[in-house]
């Protein structure tokens, strides 16, 4: 499969995931700020995976590269598995953090730096549920008040 035709297919599923969103607000009737926070959350999937899909199409070029040499192709590989490990890991994070009885949440974690940020849907976030979530990115990620940051919106 081409580059070209990748690039198609990866923009099309965003677009797709985009409509697909809206749709189910616009046709549910919620609120407007609930509307608001629903939509800060799936804008920052979109863009975390928009980025994303840049950053493995770009390794994916200097993988099929034949001028790249063995030092290029070994770092490239290994970004590779380190953001797809990345994306694993946020996945499943974000899950545990709803399994705890948040609406909804979005965790992003840096690629060099290996900070790990939290945003939460929770009109009422108190201290005892900063230590929630810290607690999970503890056990889960091997994260440190140092290395990561929570913050809630409603």
Same mark, same amino acid.
């Given at each position: 499969m081409s580059k070209k035709k990748k690039i198609i297919i990866l923009s099309c599923m965003i677009l797709l995931l985009a409509v697909?969103?809206?749709f189910n607000f616009v046709l549910t009737g919620k609120k407007e700020e609930t509307v608001a926070a629903a939509n800060y959350f799936t804008q920052c999937r979109t863009e975390?995976?928009?980025?994303?899909? !840049?950053?493995? $199409?770009?390794?994916?070029a200097i993988i099929a590269s034949a001028d790249a040499? !063995?030092?290029? $192709?070994?770092?490239?590989l290994n970004l590779k598995l380190k953001l797809t490990g990345?994306?694993?890991?946020?996945f499943r994070l974000e899950n545990l953090i709803k399994s705890r009885g948040y609406e909804d949440a979005v965790v992003t974690i840096g690629l060099t730096s290996g900070k790990i940020n939290v945003t939460?849907?929770?009109a009422d976030f108190t201290q005892d549920d900063a230590v929630i979530i810290y607690t999970i990115l503890a056990e889960e990620a091997g994260a440190t008040p140092e290395t990561a940051s929570v913050q809630s919106i409603s």
């Open positions: 697909t969103a809206v975390r995976s928009s980025l994303r899909n !840049e950053q493995f $199409l770009q390794l994916d040499d !063995e030092e290029a $192709l070994s770092e490239a990345i994306m694993e890991q946020e939460v849907k929770d």
